[in-house]
């Protein structure tokens, strides 16, 4: 910018030098290229417009270096302090949203409206009562959060006034002034500052002798000064060279020409430097001179405006700071996973919370091909506690399907899965907290009583598995077999946990979530009746079946006696990750509605409807089939008699714990169909269709 420097060296017609300043360098902390990154994702988002921010200067630098503008992470707060013995700066940031939106942005036009800005503040006196308004700044951006590269052009608007010229040239105090004179002065400008709000002053009238300073803030002029006073002007500057003032000094000059031109001829300038060197505060290298006052009409217009930095190579145009480099790649990672998260409320779903959905706690039974699919989808949607639970080793034909894993995971009889997936979750985002447990979960049918070190070994499964339920938000079943989903259901009912149960066939899945109870006395308070309620509407979510609450015989052993084919699950490959998919979508889905677990089930009939939440629909369950490439999203109540979530099965768990469990883990399946009425249930059927045909025979 030579001719924002004007050009040093050239002298006036009258053969005085004019007035050279040097320009400000702006220091833009990495803490606010973060928080410009929150902001934009959070608030601006597509948002273009003027956005006010805050920055501050020093005078106490060592000599050699710049003048810094500097702009941290607090700039954004622009009621926030400003840090000690710094002034403060008011800008406005144009953040755009494409780099050639950055590229064309109108500069001249931003330059003559920040000018304009000033000069208005200028002629109504506003600056007098405010100075801070001549330190006015822009700062325009376009951040790239996909490379964390960030182009910006920082601009100091200027007003450029002819007919300032240098009378006298600087000096430091040292010379001017005697040590007394100094530390008077140092003394007079503390006490002035702490009068005007405890903070460094940009700007200031002196009144001084061979033995006293008094300083006087610039709206009071002419109460400070009498006709025929020496005027001279303090100004808090951070430049430090010894032969020019800093870029703060062109607005007050100014300022001072248009409404004390017409009174004073020349006026001497303070530039007051304030180091700090071993401990010792000196202000001796502060500058001192004199300069030629113009007069300025007021039907003068707003003089042009310089201002805008030049780049690194010394040219005119912006810079780019390239943060990827010197970030730690942990943290660049966890700032980039929910990008497509935060993009998603931008324009598509503006009332997503997405602190809901990364904050669940998530508890995956079943590290198998369910439980690795549903673990990349809910890290997709930035979930960051996902706990793994299963007691199976990774064969050699798990990589192909589940995706957590790969072939030297099968090497020397195989690795556990819950622990292999955990260590996977960490290598693909190491921000996710994961842990796997390689435990069996207890079933009915499958007894425990050969021993009293099975028993034991059974109890501490089931009170390993209450913890984990209880430390965690959602509990997802993902196990291959009917019976070992009965005891997680059970805990999960009575702790008033949300479930999302699912289950594969070989071109079918269903995909649910359970009932999510309520305590006797949320019921008690409630409707007792479903009125306009059917088995495919309104449905709340506290009377909704669970998983088994639409079979009639309890759950056992279903792996006995069975051919391999029928006991693994053999599914068409895609479908565990639709269903996997479709599991997480769901949990969020739910977590989004308002009322969360207790919301009203969605379901086919209700594609049409307006959706409950800004995601869509939340059905109760979901039933694929693949062979026809259909979904249905069937509603049913919970059952009265049901081996799992019924009342009669809440309350016996919670009264006998273990006891209970034990009897139903050593137990035929008839122990619970006993004790829930389903033995009942099925010989009034058997009776009943017993008479329907001696009715026949009469017939």
């Known amino acids: ?11 006036s017609a009258s053969g005085n030098l004019k007035l050279q300043f040097v320009p400000f360098s702006s220091a833009l902390d990495a803490g606010f290229w973060h928080e410009l990154t929150q902001k934009k994702l959070n608030e601006y988002r597509l ?43 008011v800008g406005s940031l144009y953040n755009t949203n494409t780099l050639d939106s950055f590229k064309s942005c109108d500069k001249k036009a931003l330059l003559e409206q920040a000018a304009n800005e000033i000069w208005d503040a200028i002629k109504s006196g506003a600056a007098l009562d405010d100075p801070v308004l001549l330190n006015k700044f822009l700062l325009v951006t376009f951040a790239d959060l996909k490379k964390y590269w960030f182009y910006y052009w920082f601009c100091f608007p200027a007003l450029c006034l002819n007919g300032i010229e240098l009378i006298k040239q600087p000096v430091s105090i040292g010379e001017k002034f005697s040590e007394t004179q100094v530390l008077e002065f140092q003394r007079s400008y503390d006490d002035f500052c702490q009068n005007e709000g405890s903070t460094p002053q940009p700007y200031f009238l002196i009144r001084y002798t061979e033995t006293s300073f008094a300083l006087s803030p610039l709206r009071k002029f002419h109460q400070f000064y009498k006709d025929g006073d020496k005027v001279t002007l303090g100004v808090y500057d951070p430049c430090t060279l010894s032969e020019y003032p800093g870029w703060p000094l062109r607005n007050v000059l100014v300022l001072a020409a248009f409404h004390w031109g017409s009174q004073v001829q020349s006026i001497e300038v303070i530039c007051l430097r304030d180091r700090t060197l071993q401990g010792d505060r000196n202000t001796k290298h502060s500058i001192i001179f004199e300069i030629k006052l113009p007069q300025v009409a007021e039907s003068q217009v707003c003089p042009k405006a310089v201002g805008w930095e030049k780049n690194q190579k010394g040219g005119m145009g912006p810079r780019m700071v390239n943060l990827s480099e010197c970030m730690d790649p942990k943290r660049l990672a966890e700032s980039s996973v929910d990008l ?43 979930v960051r506690h996902i706990t793994f639970v299963d007691n199976a080793k990774i064969s050699y034909s798990n990589p192909v399907r589940q995706p957590l894993y790969e072939f030297e995971d099968c090497l020397g009889g195989g690795k556990s899965k819950a622990l292999a997936a955990a260590e996977k979750l960490q290598k693909i985002f190491p921000g996710v907290i994961t842990k796997g447990l390689n435990m069996s979960i207890p079933m009915p049918g499958h007894p425990v009583n050969f021993s009293e070190e099975t028993m034991n070994q059974a109890s501490k499964e089931v009170e390993k598995l209450e913890g984990l339920i209880a430390e965690h938000d959602v509990v997802f079943l993902l196990m291959d077999t009917r019976e070992s989903r009965w005891l997680p259901t059970v805990i999960a009912a009575s702790q008033k946990k949300l479930v999302i149960n699912a289950a594969l066939g ?102 049409m409807n307006e959706p409950p939440t800004s995601l869509g629909l939340v059905p109760h369950q979901i039933r694929g089939f693949l062979s026809r490439f259909d979904n249905v999203l069937p509603v049913s109540l919970a059952f009265d008699k049901c081996t799992a979530c019924s009342p009669k099965v809440i309350d016996q768990y919670e009264k006998d714990g273990f006891q209970f469990l034990a009897k139903v883990f050593n137990s035929s399946h008839s122990f619970l169909e006993d004790l829930t009425g389903l033995t009942l249930l099925h010989q009034e059927t058997q009776a009943a269709e017993i008479w329907d045909m001696s009715d026949d025979e009469v017939i």
Request: with cysteine; charged share 20%.
């Open 1 to 11: 910018m030579a001719s924002e420097n004007q050009n040093l060296g050239d002298q």
């Open 506 to 607: 070989f071109d079918t899945f269903v995909v649910m979530r359970h009932g999510l109870k309520k305590s006797k006395q949320e019921e008690a308070s409630g409707s007792s009746d479903l009125l306009g309620s059917s088995l495919f509407s309104n449905i709340p979510g506290n009377k909704l079946g669970c998983y088994f609450c639409n079979d009639v015989v309890a759950p056992g052993d279903s792996t006995r006696d069975r051919t391999l084919d029928q006991q693994c699950t053999v599914s068409r490959p895609g479908l565990s990750m639709i269903a996997g998919a479709l599991a997480v979508e769901l949990m969020v889905s739910v977590i989004q509605h308002p009322e969360g677990g207790y919301a009203v089930a969605s379901s086919s009939d209700d594609r």
């Open 340 to 382: 497509n998260l935060k993009l998603m409320r931008w324009r598509l779903v503006p009332t997503l919370d997405l602190e809901k959905v990364i904050s669940a706690k998530c508890l995956l039974l079943g590290a198998g091909t369910l439980g690795c699919n549903v673990a990349r989808t809910l890290m997709g949607w930035g």
């Open 47 to 89: 948002d273009e417009t003027a956005k006010v921010i805050k920055g501050y200067y020093y005078n106490g630098d060592p000599p050699g270096l710049p003048s810094r503008l500097t702009l941290e992470f607090s700039a954004f707060d622009k009621n926030g302090p400003t840090p000690a013995r710094c002034c403060p700066a």
